[in-house]
């Protein structure tokens, strides 16, 4: 039981290093536009797309443990 919040809080913890992540990058993307750096800027957003798709999986990750521990006794 106590390895399951282990690895639920870790998961939590990632999401908001992800949602951090997100939110840099969203930011650095805005700047490059206002510099006229297309090119920086499209990598930012395709980092942002990387974040949101690694985002997701934490989140069904972090459902999955939430299932197992209310699926114990």
Not at 2 to 31: C, P, S, Y
Request: aromatic share 2%; hydrophobic share 30%.
């Amino acid at each position: 039981m106590q390895n399951l919040r282990d690895a639920q809080g870790t998961v939590e913890k990632r999401m908001e290093d992800l949602q951090r992540n997100i939110t840099h990058e969203i930011k650095q993307a805005q700047q490059c536009i206002k510099q006229n750096k297309k090119k920086e800027a499209l990598a930012c957003i395709k980092r942002k797309k990387m974040y949101e798709k690694e985002m997701e999986k934490a989140a069904n990750n972090k459902a999955m443990l939430e299932e197992q521990r209310c699926r114990r006794p």
